[in-house]
């Protein structure tokens, strides 16, 4: 399995909060990315890094920023928790980019009340 | 239309039965296609890419038609084990970038 850890893996919050969710990689691959699973929904990209301190939006980005700082982390942050951010988070890795293999952390599974 | 379609289920199956799932996609200049396997309230896994001239992994096989824009996955033999639910992903093209673009999944169950 890769080495992805996702902290913390389960997390209760309330609305109008800030929640940080950490992703962290021994592989030492370049590209990293944060999802979101819901219902009725596939996978759907939240934010990409292609390096550190690069980044960009995926097709969900609004209410989300990420921040990568050193290879192996990349964190997200709900700048202010709503409800509909209600979800499963999951943190991914490819070596080569985008549309190459993509390998998944265990997920964070938040609610937001 | 959605970029990557494929069937929900279930499909209940009995051990030892064969199984095909479907799964179309919409962008015709798509390169890179997979199956993943996601179990019950944990991550996808990777089951296998799908190259152009199919390709096979123990009782796992993967097509691709270009033509009619669809992947296929055959499990010949099924096990308990294989009780999941499938995730077929797509590469779409997205002005200069592009992205992989996930199947909502297909659930399958197999039973003794």
């Known amino acids: 399995d890769a080495g992805i850890t996702q902290s913390p893996r389960h997390k209760v919050t309330e609305t109008g909060t800030p929640v940080t969710l950490r992703c962290h990689q021994t592989e030492n691959h370049r590209y990293m990315y944060w999802y979101r699973q819901d219902p009725g929904h596939g996978l759907r990209l939240i934010h990409y890094s292609y390096g550190v301190k690069d980044t960009d939006k995926g097709e969900v980005s609004d209410g989300y920023s990420v921040s990568r700082s050193k290879t192996e982390d990349f964190l997200l942050t709900l700048e202010s928790a709503t409800s509909s951010q209600t979800s499963v988070y999951f943190c991914a890795i490819s070596e080569y980019g985008q549309d190459y293999e993509q390998y998944f952390g265990p997920g964070t599974r938040l609610t937001v009340t | 239309r959605k970029e990557v379609e494929q069937d929900p289920g279930p499909f209940n199956v009995p051990e030892g039965a064969t199984v095909a799932f479907n799964c179309t996609y919409s962008n015709s200049a798509s390169q890179s296609f997979f199956w993943y396997r996601q179990d019950c309230r944990k991550e996808p896994k990777l089951l296998m890419s799908?190259?152009?001239s199919g390709n096979e992994d123990g009782r796992f096989t993967a097509q691709l038609n270009r033509a009619s824009q669809y992947i296929s996955l055959l499990i010949r033999d099924s096990k308990l084990s294989d009780s999941a639910t499938y995730l077929c992903?797509?590469?779409?093209?997205?002005?200069?970038?592009?992205?992989?673009?996930f199947g909502t999944g297909t659930r399958l169950q197999v039973t003794l």
């Open positions: 799908v190259y152009s």
């Open positions: 992903v797509v590469n779409v093209q997205a002005g200069t970038a592009s992205k992989l673009t």
